[in-house]
């Protein structure tokens, strides 16, 4: 059985930095490409970073040049490095696993979430 | 990027009756080579994370009841709930896997009248 789990996520300040993990169970990372989604307080769905199976990266501009992804082949788990940490990254931190091994799919399954709070 | 615009922003519809959420790209997510549209849709319920449950647009994910449907083609999209049950109660996603980013409608959230 497919299984996500998330953990790191805290309160931090701005400026600060955080490293999320996903632990994946039930299917090997390396197969599949893998993102992180956000969501903020009572907010929608924004795309943050995909790794696909063959490791090209993807990040959306807002994160680009702060957060990096990685993943750990033989711990089958997904990192996101969180640097230089703002108020408007305050959200609630998915991962996901794509129906693929590109980036250009959609997650068939999801983390329950770490919550990210950026504030002094 | 696309833009992706989802209307309405919230319905709220009778038990057993069908609910209609539309998602219109700012471009075309078919890909002429495959003829597949890259575009899912998602609910998420409160507290809980994202369930995929269409993907190339019409295709039904395995385990998703069959009330729910999607259909259209290009940058003009539907997401059908034939006969609503308590349970559909959520907000509801609609995401361009075509480019990156890959970027998501704004949610239309379903409510019980």
């Known amino acids: 059985e497919v299984h996500l789990l998330e953990s790191g996520g805290g309160l931090v300040q701005p400026g600060g930095s955080l490293r999320l993990s996903c632990a994946a169970s039930g299917f090997s990372i390396t197969m599949y490409a893998m993102s992180w989604v956000r969501q903020a307080p009572g907010k929608g769905l924004e795309w943050v970073s995909t790794i696909s199976s063959s490791g090209s990266i993807y990040y959306a501009e807002s994160v680009k040049g702060r957060f990096t992804i990685s993943r750990d082949n033989s711990k089958n788990t997904l990192y996101l490095e969180m640097n230089s940490l703002r108020a408007e990254d305050t959200a609630v931190y998915y991962c996901a696993k794509h129906t693929g091994d590109s980036v250009l799919g959609g997650g068939d399954y999801w983390g329950q979430g770490t919550r990210v709070t950026v504030s002094s | 990027d696309i833009v992706m615009t989802q209307s309405p922003d919230s319905l709220a519809v009778s038990l057993g009756e069908r609910a209609t959420i539309n998602c219109k790209s700012s471009q075309s997510v078919l890909y002429t080579s495959n003829n597949k549209n890259y575009l899912t849709w998602y609910q998420q319920k409160p507290g809980q994370p994202p369930k995929l449950l269409i993907y190339?647009?019409?295709t039904r994910e395995s385990g998703v009841p069959d009330r729910f449907s999607g259909s259209g083609s290009g940058t003009d999209f539907t997401l059908t709930i034939s006969s609503l049950q308590a349970e559909d109660v959520a907000v509801y996603y609609c995401?361009?896997?075509?480019?990156?980013?890959?970027?998501f409608g704004q949610g239309t959230k379903v409510e019980i009248k």
């Open positions: 995401q361009q896997y075509y480019n990156t980013p890959l970027t």
């Open positions: 190339w647009a019409s």
